[in-house]
């Protein structure tokens, strides 16, 4: 299976199942539009109009030496075997530190933050069962994650500074490794909360919508009032005392900012370089929900974004654009991508009552519910339903040019559109396929700079 595409006069084609890259001339990619489906008599028949035939051949023989080669129209050695493993291991842990939230962002999943139930944090007796279980429940593995997530988890920072110490001891105790990381809203980054974060190395998530109209119109205080002044100067401030971190920006495009690169480029301005601007879900009915026919606009701006990220890596700039970033080889990490997140089976969200759930956004849906931090796992018909969800069971996944980089897309997205994680969220295939063609674009263009010199 290949995928072929051009971008900016680039004639570019995508070995799927070898995930070999290659940049073609016009009479090639015309040539495997027909190629392997019609024989090279037919071909040069349907070509000698326009091409001479001593080109054709030499197009042909190239072709067929690469495909001798193994990266192009490579079989699918990985279908015809892949089985999800079999197991319990639970390596990631999403601690619900609060249901609530000191900010009401419009398009908010967990319902501005409580998930549809009551407003509430969780109590460090839970969070401490929460790492207990986690201990348990992750076997022999010797790298285990807990992200402390919200709401707005920095609500509850004291808990979380208990709960990070706590984790630290017993690990060491089952010979284990913790790596932290916490999703915040920012407004609360600062002073003992900071230098706690940056001394402890952890991970983090931040988030910023991009421009301050943007930010301040989807993501309100209480009161209405806009965040980006304080959000956007502590984000910079931790960043600048602490820019060891793994960290990412996270922002979300609406229909009311479909103009998202300038958000990208406006980040970009502020000095930072780990960003993500993420397409929002749900909403259906209201104003800032993406509709079908933003597609072709939306698929204009992936475009221009990708024009000024190359543009300013030219120039120094070590930006980093999250769904930019593909892995096109294959190796160790092949068979985990097939089965996206590990949701439900490697990785449960619990809640501040101490409810376990596949993932933060199944969270408040009670079919959902995997069992609790004292029982442990007791549905183990749910888990199995996820372990399951690989790209070889979702429908359309299979044949698809883009199920080694989207996993299949999110479970959530796909449930909440059609009542099943096994059939993908529409908008989101398209959109990601849209993605994946600039990112393949802009590693011929890293690596054309590189011959260059």
């Given at each position: 299976?290949?995928?072929?595409?051009?971008?900016?006069?680039?004639?570019?084609?995508?070995?799927?199942?070898?995930?070999?890259?290659?940049?073609?001339?016009?009479?090639?990619?015309?040539?495997?539009?027909?190629?392997?489906?019609?024989?090279?008599?037919?071909?040069?028949?349907?070509?000698?109009?326009?091409?001479?035939?001593?080109?054709?051949?030499?197009?042909?023989?190239?072709?067929?030496?690469?495909?001798?080669?193994?990266?192009?129209?490579?079989?699918?050695?990985?279908?015809?075997?892949?089985?999800?493993?079999?197991?319990?291991?639970?390596?990631?842990?999403?601690?619900?530190?609060?249901?609530?939230?000191?900010?009401?962002?419009?398009?908010?999943?967990?319902?501005?933050?409580?998930?549809?139930?009551?407003?509430?944090?969780?109590?460090?007796?839970?969070?401490?069962?929460?790492?207990?279980?986690?201990?348990?429940?992750?076997?022999?593995?010797?790298?285990?994650?807990?992200?402390?997530?919200?709401?707005?988890?920095?609500?509850?920072?004291?808990?979380?500074?208990?709960?990070?110490?706590?984790?630290?001891?017993?690990?060491?105790?089952?010979?284990?490794?913790?790596?932290?990381?916490?999703?915040?809203?920012?407004?609360?980054?600062?002073?003992?909360?900071?230098?706690?974060?940056?001394?402890?190395?952890?991970?983090?998530?931040?988030?910023?919508?991009?421009?301050?109209?943007?930010?301040?119109?989807?993501?309100?205080?209480?009161?209405?009032?806009?965040?980006?002044?304080i959000v956007s100067k502590n984000i910079v401030n931790f960043l600048n005392d602490y820019n060891n971190l793994?960290?990412?920006?996270?922002?979300?495009?609406?229909?009311?900012?479909?103009?998202?690169?300038?958000?990208?480029?406006?980040?970009?301005?502020?000095?930072?370089?780990?960003?993500?601007?993420?397409?929002?879900?749900?909403?259906?009915?209201?104003?800032?929900?993406?509709?079908?026919?933003?597609?072709?606009?939306?698929?204009?701006?992936?475009?221009?974004?990708?024009?000024?990220?190359?543009?300013?890596?030219?120039?120094?700039?070590?930006?980093?654009?999250?769904?930019?970033?593909?892995?096109?080889?294959?190796?160790?990490?092949?068979?985990?991508?097939?089965?996206?997140?590990?949701?439900?089976?490697?990785?449960?969200?619990?809640?501040?009552?101490?409810?376990?759930?596949?993932?933060?956004?199944?969270?408040?849906?009670?079919?959902?519910?995997?069992?609790?931090?004292?029982?442990?796992?007791?549905?183990?018909?749910?888990?199995?339903?996820?372990?399951?969800?690989?790209?070889?069971?979702?429908?359309?996944?299979?044949?698809?040019?883009?199920?080694?980089?989207?996993?299949?897309?999110?479970?959530?997205?796909?449930?909440?559109?059609?009542?099943?994680?096994?059939?993908?969220?529409?908008?989101?295939?398209?959109?990601?396929?849209?993605?994946?063609?600039?990112?393949?674009?802009?590693?011929?263009?890293?690596?054309?700079?590189?011959?260059?010199?």
């Amino acid at each position: 299976m290949i995928h072929q595409f051009t971008f900016d006069g680039i004639n570019i084609v995508l070995d799927v199942h070898s995930g070999s890259l290659h940049m073609v001339d016009e009479l090639t990619s015309k040539i495997l539009e027909l190629y392997p489906v019609h024989n090279e008599n037919i071909i040069k028949e349907k070509l000698s109009c326009y091409y001479d035939v001593e080109q054709i051949d030499e197009s042909i023989e190239e072709i067929k030496e690469l495909m001798d080669a193994g990266t192009l129209f490579c079989c699918d050695e990985v279908g015809p075997t892949f089985s999800p493993e079999d197991n319990t291991i639970i390596k990631a842990m999403c601690l619900h530190l609060a249901h609530d939230c000191n900010l009401r962002c419009r398009y908010c999943f967990a319902g501005q933050g409580p998930f549809g139930m009551d407003r509430t944090i969780m109590s460090y007796d839970v969070g401490k069962k929460a790492l207990d279980f986690l201990m348990e429940a992750s076997g022999s593995r010797k790298h285990i994650e807990v992200d402390f997530f919200g709401g707005e988890p920095l609500l509850n920072f004291e808990v979380m500074k208990q709960l990070v110490e706590y984790g630290n001891s017993i690990a060491y105790k089952y010979g284990k490794k913790v790596k932290y990381t916490v999703t915040t809203n920012c407004v609360l980054l600062k002073g003992e909360i900071k230098e706690f974060i940056g001394q402890k190395g952890m991970d983090i998530v931040l988030s910023l919508d991009g421009r301050p109209e943007v930010q301040n119109s989807m993501r309100p205080f209480i009161s209405g009032r806009g965040s980006y002044d304080i959000v956007s100067k502590n984000i910079v401030n931790f960043l600048n005392d602490y820019n060891n971190l793994t960290y990412y920006v996270r922002g979300t495009f609406t229909r009311h900012n479909l103009d998202f690169a300038s958000d990208v480029m406006h980040m970009a301005e502020l000095g930072l370089e780990s960003l993500s601007v993420e397409p929002v879900v749900g909403g259906f009915g209201e104003d800032y929900a993406l509709q079908e026919e933003d597609l072709p606009q939306i698929y204009t701006e992936y475009e221009r974004l990708t024009r000024k990220l190359l543009e300013i890596r030219r120039k120094g700039s070590k930006v980093r654009f999250f769904h930019f970033n593909v892995p096109l080889d294959g190796g160790p990490c092949l068979k985990k991508r097939l089965s996206n997140c590990g949701a439900g089976n490697e990785y449960v969200a619990v809640t501040p009552q101490g409810e376990i759930y596949p993932c933060h956004q199944f969270v408040g849906k009670h079919d959902f519910k995997l069992g609790d931090i004292s029982s442990g796992i007791l549905n183990k018909d749910i888990m199995n339903y996820f372990r399951n969800a690989h790209v070889y069971n979702k429908e359309n996944c299979p044949d698809c040019w883009a199920k080694f980089f989207c996993s299949g897309g999110c479970h959530a997205n796909a449930y909440e559109e059609n009542n099943t994680i096994y059939k993908p969220h529409s908008m989101g295939c398209k959109l990601m396929k849209k993605r994946l063609e600039c990112a393949l674009y802009l590693k011929v263009r890293e690596m054309l700079d590189k011959q260059r010199g």
